[in-house]
């Protein structure tokens, strides 16, 4: 009950501290910030600590409603199966950016622009035209491109990984981008989603 109580008052602490009347609406966004980060490190330090106790991470998945690997994806702490260190889990810092551009260049047929960002790999098992063939294999099934959500972006090994919504006039898909820490595109996939 007296654990009730607290929480009741600090919740109200911190609304009322955020949604005040303020003259400076800035503030209160800014430390309404504060507030989510510290949320946020409170749910890192309790998802470490139940990992520590043996919790699965499905069921760490099941209290956040989240997949298991989504959890895993956002707090888990890999080790690199080469090198027995902990793996690098920070996306490319300007991966959403890229995602974006990538994405605006197939819609506009700059076919070029896109396979100049790839990487050897990339450059030798795609061309341009196998590029455009592809997108125009898609608008003919879907019609013309109408827009694109905000990318996800995670961290897989040594890539990370966008998901972009894409609306087209018939059909949604996801754009599926790797980028290489150098901002290289090392994967390129447009998905399909599921019809109901």
């Known amino acids: 009950m007296a654990i009730r109580e607290l929480?009741?008052?600090?919740?109200?602490?911190?609304?009322?501290?955020?949604?005040s009347d303020s003259d400076e609406p800035a503030g209160a966004i800014r430390y309404a910030l504060q507030i989510q980060a510290a949320a946020d490190d409170v749910v890192r330090a309790v998802v470490q600590q139940a990992r520590e106790r043996g919790v699965t991470w499905q069921t760490i998945g099941?209290?956040?409603g989240?997949?298991?690997?989504?959890?895993f994806q956002r707090y888990g702490k890999p080790i690199d199966p080469r090198t027995g260190e902990p793996m690098?889990?920070?996306?490319?810092?300007?991966?959403?950016?890229?995602?974006?551009?990538?994405v605006d260049d197939l819609a506009a047929g700059r076919w070029e622009l896109v396979t100049e960002r790839f990487d050897g790999a990339m450059r030798d098992g795609l061309s341009e035209d196998s590029l455009a063939a592809a997108?125009?294999?898609?608008?003919?099934?879907?019609?013309?491109?109408?827009?694109q959500g905000n990318p996800v972006v995670t961290r897989a090994g040594d890539i990370t990984v966008t998901n972009t919504p894409l609306s087209m006039?018939?059909?949604?898909?996801?754009?599926?981008?790797?980028?290489?820490?150098?901002?290289?595109?090392?994967?390129?996939?447009?998905?399909?989603e599921p019809t109901p």
């Open 7 to 19: 929480k009741r008052h600090s919740d109200e602490l911190l609304a009322s501290r955020v949604l």
């Open 62 to 64: 099941d209290a956040l």
């Open 66 to 71: 989240v997949s298991r690997q989504a959890a």
């Open 88 to 102: 690098n889990t920070t996306p490319l810092s300007d991966a959403a950016v890229l995602a974006r551009s990538v």
């Open 135 to 147: 997108w125009a294999q898609i608008v003919g099934t879907s019609g013309a491109f109408e827009s």
């Open 169 to 192: 006039e018939a059909g949604d898909y996801t754009a599926r981008i790797a980028f290489r820490d150098d901002g290289t595109i090392a994967g390129l996939h447009i998905l399909s």
